[in-house]
C-alpha cells in the first residue's frame, strides 16, 4: 500500500493562479479531509468528504474548493491563489468505522504564494 | 469556536530525561488523540482514547483520557533523539470532524 500520496510535494504560484492539489489514498477509506498548517497555528481543518459524492466545510473552507468523485481522490483547488494561502497543505483518510480520529496523513504539499 | 490548549509550547531537554505535556479543551470530548510530526513530514497517530480515566501506553509513551473528560496528558520516557518533533493533541467536536491544539515542540540538547 502507498497508503495517503500527495502531488506536488513543492510548488510557487503567483497571486491569481489557480491550481490543484492532488490527494489520493489505496486503503478505501471513507474519510477524507484538507488541513492547512501555518507556523504556532497548528492544523486547520478546510474540507472533508465521508463518502463519495459528499463534501463539507470545515474551519478555513475560503478560497478553497474540493470534489470527490472517487473514494480514492480528493483534489483540492486554490481559485486565485492569494499570500495568505501560502502554507503546508496535508491530505489525511480514515476508516469511518473506526472515528473520524483515527487519521492517516500524506506528506504534504509546500505552497508559497508570490 | 472550540479550541485546545497545550502546554507547554516548546520544551527543551536532555536526552533520557521523561517528557510532560497536557492538552485542555473548555468542552467534553469522547476521544482524545496523539499525534507526532516528524520534521518535514505529516501527522502519524500515537495513541487514541477512548474512555475517561483510560491510561494507554505505547511503548514509552503513555497517554491518559482525564476524568473531566476536559484533558489529556502525554508522558514519555526516557527521551532519545527520535522522539524530536511536535506533539499534537485532537478530538473530536463532532462525527465527522477532529480538531487539533496548535502543537508540543520538543528538542532534545546534545
Known amino acids: 500500500n502507498a497508503g495517503v500520496t500527495q502531488t506536488p510535494k513543492f510548488q510557487v504560484l503567483k497571486t491569481g493562479q489557480s491550481m490543484t492539489l492532488q490527494c489520493a489514498q489505496d486503503m478505501n477509506h471513507e474519510y477524507m479531509s484538507w488541513y492547512r498548517q501555518d507556523p504556532g497555528m497548528g492544523l486547520r481543518l478546510i474540507h472533508y468528504s465521508v463518502g463519495a459524492g459528499i463534501t463539507d466545510q470545515g474551519e478555513v473552507p475560503n478560497g478553497y474548493n474540493v470534489s470527490r468523485s472517487t473514494t480514492e481522490d480528493f483534489p483540492l483547488r486554490l481559485l486565485s491563489a492569494a499570500p495568505s494561502q501560502t502554507s503546508v497543505y496535508f491530505c489525511?483518510?480514515?476508516?469511518?468505522?473506526?472515528?473520524?480520529?483515527?487519521?492517516?496523513f500524506g506528506p504534504g504539499t509546500r505552497l508559497t504564494v508570490t | 469556536g472550540q479550541q485546545l490548549n497545550q502546554s507547554p509550547q516548546s520544551m527543551f531537554i536532555q536526552e533520557g530525561e521523561d517528557v510532560s505535556m497536557n492538552c485542555t479543551s473548555s468542552?467534553?470530548?469522547?476521544?482524545w488523540l496523539w499525534y507526532k510530526q516528524d520534521p518535514g513530514e505529516g501527522p502519524v497517530l500515537l495513541i487514541a482514547?477512548?474512555?475517561?480515566?483510560e491510561l494507554t501506553s505505547n511503548g514509552r509513551l503513555t497517554a491518559q483520557f482525564g476524568i473531566t473528560r476536559k484533558d489529556s496528558f502525554l508522558n514519555i520516557s526516557a527521551s532519545i533523539p527520535s522522539d524530536v518533533g511536535i506533539y499534537f493533541c485532537a478530538g473530536p467536536p463532532g462525527d465527522d470532524k477532529i480538531i487539533f491544539g496548535k502543537g508540543t515542540r520538543l528538542h532534545i540538547l546534545p
Open positions: 468542552s467534553i470530548f469522547n476521544t
Open positions: 482514547l477512548y474512555k475517561a480515566g
Open positions: 489525511a483518510s480514515s476508516y469511518l468505522a473506526a472515528g473520524v480520529g483515527e487519521q492517516y
